[in-house]
């Protein structure tokens, strides 16, 4: 009984030996597309992550600067003008959007939606003061008389809760 046993094994060890060589290279296999899986879900959540918090010190930046100029056009000056810039801050903005499919639907949808009303202000502005009013070596100024701050100041507030609004939206996809 024992002999016909070995004998079967001696006879079909090649094929013994093959198939566990075989399972043993499959499994090596699977275990490493788990790990090749675990690491680029890591990869992604680390591009997430960083493209959140970038985009985030880009609209509290803006959002800082909106507050500050309501702040400065509210005040009672002897100056007659104030300038602010004929751009928009938004490089990070634009150097990440490519990327921006990172992020959720809520996500995407209230940055776009800030950082097109934050485009929008200085064209809103050089119309109301007109062409006259810009100014600086490439036109990078855009100078307000007195009669055209409560016109900003109403821009201003009425595009700062989009931004907060962005900024409000990555802070709840934070972990």
């Known amino acids: 009984m024992i002999s016909s046993i070995l004998c079967f094994f001696e006879t079909f060890q090649t094929f013994f030996t093959g198939l566990l060589g075989f399972t043993g290279v499959i499994i090596t296999m699977i275990v490493n597309a788990n790990h090749q899986t675990k690491l680029h879900a890591q990869k992604i959540e680390h591009e997430r ?3 959140r918090m970038a985009i985030k010190s880009e609209l509290i930046s803006n959002k ?3 507050e500050a100029r309501i702040e400065q056009f509210n005040e009672q000056s002897e100056y007659k003008n104030a ?3 004929n751009y928009t801050v938004d490089h990070i903005y634009k150097t990440l959007l490519d990327k921006i499919g990172l992020l959720t639907e809520e996500e995407v949808e ?3 939606k800030a950082y097109l009303l934050m485009s929008d202000l200085p064209y809103r502005l050089r119309i109301v003061v007109g062409t006259e009013n810009i ?3 490439n036109d ?3 100078r307000l008389k007195k ?4 016109i900003a100041t109403d821009l201003h507030k009425g595009f700062l809760p989009a931004i907060i609004n962005a900024i409000d939206s990555i802070n709840r996809n934070i972990d």
């Open 135 to 137: 100014g600086g070596f």
């Open 83 to 85: 300038l602010i810039q």
């Open 64 to 66: 800082n600067t909106y």
């Open 140 to 142: 990078e100024f855009i």
């Open 110 to 112: 209230s940055i776009i």
């Open 147 to 150: 009669e055209h701050l409560a």
């Open 49 to 51: 992550t960083s493209l």
